[in-house]
């Protein structure tokens, strides 16, 4: 692990922490703080593409690997939650989902949701461009969950466009 993304490492575990002591943050809030964190870390980086045809630095991967690891977190934490009425469980994961996922997730009965708990830290998928998609697992009591997370371009916050669970049920 190089120095700079050690750096990253520990300025988003601090603002995930803080971040846990507050209120929920949204996911746009989140995000804005873990990308302030890595730049104060890692400097502006010199290049940042605005579209899905440009590819990433290394250094902005890494801030956006992290954000959408946060956003991906946030909302299995949300999720996880099948003690709660189904109108409070959908208002709770609302703000992490894409409009078609929440159209989608409109319909679940939280009871039927088996994690309970999330175990572990998100990890990043391999392969995606992290500028309009990301794929992170979550662990959880359960198994791993995989998030599909998606944006129309770079400057716009992470979503989650679908959750699927251990066994590969969406």
Do not use: K
Request: aromatic fraction near 4%.
């Amino acid at each position: 692990m190089s120095p700079s993304t050690r750096r990253v490492g520990i300025g988003l575990t601090v603002v995930l922490l803080l971040t846990g002591c507050t209120a929920t943050p949204s996911a746009g809030t989140l995000e804005s703080a873990i990308r302030s964190t890595a730049a104060a870390t890692l400097g502006t980086p010199t290049r940042a593409p605005q579209d899905a045809g440009q590819l990433l630095d290394a250094a902005q991967r890494t801030i956006e690997q992290g954000a959408a690891i946060a956003v991906a977190e946030r909302a299995m934490h949300a999720y996880a939650r099948p003690a709660l009425p189904a109108s409070v469980w959908l208002e709770g994961i609302a703000g992490f989902l894409t409009p078609q996922a929440v159209a989608a997730y409109r319909y679940t009965d939280p009871s039927q949701v088996p994690v309970t708990a999330v175990t572990g830290v998100g990890v990043a998928g391999a392969g995606e461009d992290y500028v309009t998609n990301a794929t992170v697992t979550v662990p959880t009591n359960v198994g791993t969950y995989t998030l599909q997370l998606t944006r129309p371009e770079l400057s716009a916050g992470w979503l989650v466009n679908v959750i699927t669970d251990p066994q590969g049920n969406s």
